[in-house]
């Protein structure tokens, strides 16, 4: 359930232009995917120039990539706050609302990015839309996957329970969860949408990230086009 689309160079221009907003002595939250794996090589090359801050990864690819880029790491429970996140994203609309969770680490994403002074999503422009239209991934307790099931097909969700694509079974999170894939259609009030989701017992949390970006920069051909929540 990976997101393609946009070209390298626009993604590197909105994450190598988020990475100026780090500043000496910050807590920085490290995001999950192409785009925010820009930030995070850009973050290694300020930090080998002088830079002092602390990166909290939100997966177990943005903290390899993270040690590799020479970025000293701390957990959430060893900092007292996060200044400011990186993160991309699925999805963004008008609003900046947004679907994350193509990486299936939406879970812990949501937790570093809600915890941020300041969060920006970098993009391509193909993922900024009128209205969001993905469906929404769902991290769930394995026993409880055919009861989310069912609590989300009466909310109107086409459910489909996310694959693994080079091993038989289904794809497990780094808490150990599932993830359902859950298509709505057309996502009119993302607000109402997310509470529900969050309601139902047995999900751990689901992709919908709403009033929590504050930024969005996106990456073009010729600059990096900033938006902020209107």
């Not at 100026?20 to 930030?39: C, K, N, R, W, Y």
């Not at 999503?121 to 993905?134: H, I, N, Q």
């Not at 359902?180 to 009119?188: A, I, N, Q, S, Y």
């Given at each position: 359930?990976k997101?393609?689309?946009g070209t390298?160079?626009q993604?590197?221009?909105a994450?190598?232009?988020?990475?100026e907003?780090v500043?000496?002595?910050?807590v920085?939250?490290?995001?999950t995917g192409?785009?925010?794996?820009?930030?995070?090589r850009?973050?290694g090359?300020m930090v080998a120039?002088?830079?002092?801050v602390?990166?909290v990864?939100?997966?177990?690819?943005?903290?390899?990539?993270?040690r590799e880029?020479?970025?000293p790491?701390?957990?959430l429970?060893?900092i007292?706050?996060?200044?400011v996140?990186?993160d991309?994203?699925?999805?963004?609309?008008?609003n900046?609302?947004a679907?994350k969770?193509?990486?299936?680490?939406?879970?812990?994403?949501?937790?570093?990015?809600?915890?941020a002074?300041?969060?920006?999503?970098v993009?391509?422009?193909t993922?900024?839309?009128?209205t969001l239209?993905?469906?929404v991934?769902?991290?769930?307790?394995?026993d409880a996957?055919?009861?989310v099931?069912?609590?989300?097909?009466?909310?109107?969700?086409d459910?489909t329970l996310?694959?693994?694509?080079?091993?038989?079974g289904?794809?497990v999170?780094?808490?150990?969860?599932?993830?359902l894939?859950?298509?709505?259609?057309?996502v009119d009030?993302?607000d109402?949408?997310?509470?529900?989701l969050?309601r139902l017992?047995?999900?751990v949390?689901?992709?919908?990230?709403?009033?929590?970006?504050?930024?969005?920069?996106?990456g073009?051909d010729?600059?990096v086009?900033?938006?902020?929540?209107e």
């Amino acid at each position: 359930m990976k997101t393609t689309g946009g070209t390298d160079d626009q993604k590197r221009r909105a994450a190598e232009r988020a990475a100026e907003l780090v500043s000496d002595g910050d807590v920085v939250g490290l995001g999950t995917g192409s785009t925010a794996a820009h930030a995070i090589r850009a973050i290694g090359r300020m930090v080998a120039d002088g830079l002092d801050v602390r990166g909290v990864p939100t997966s177990f690819d943005s903290r390899a990539l993270a040690r590799e880029a020479g970025i000293p790491l701390r957990s959430l429970d060893e900092i007292d706050g996060v200044d400011v996140a990186i993160d991309g994203a699925d999805q963004l609309d008008r609003n900046l609302a947004a679907i994350k969770g193509g990486g299936a680490a939406h879970a812990r994403e949501k937790v570093v990015d809600a915890a941020a002074d300041r969060f920006v999503v970098v993009a391509d422009p193909t993922k900024v839309v009128e209205t969001l239209s993905r469906s929404v991934p769902v991290e769930v307790l394995p026993d409880a996957r055919a009861a989310v099931e069912r609590d989300v097909a009466d909310l109107g969700g086409d459910v489909t329970l996310r694959r693994a694509e080079r091993k038989d079974g289904p794809v497990v999170t780094d808490n150990g969860n599932l993830v359902l894939d859950c298509e709505f259609g057309t996502v009119d009030d993302p607000d109402g949408l997310a509470q529900d989701l969050s309601r139902l017992p047995g999900v751990v949390e689901h992709g919908l990230f709403v009033d929590l970006v504050d930024e969005a920069y996106v990456g073009t051909d010729d600059g990096v086009d900033v938006r902020t929540r209107e």
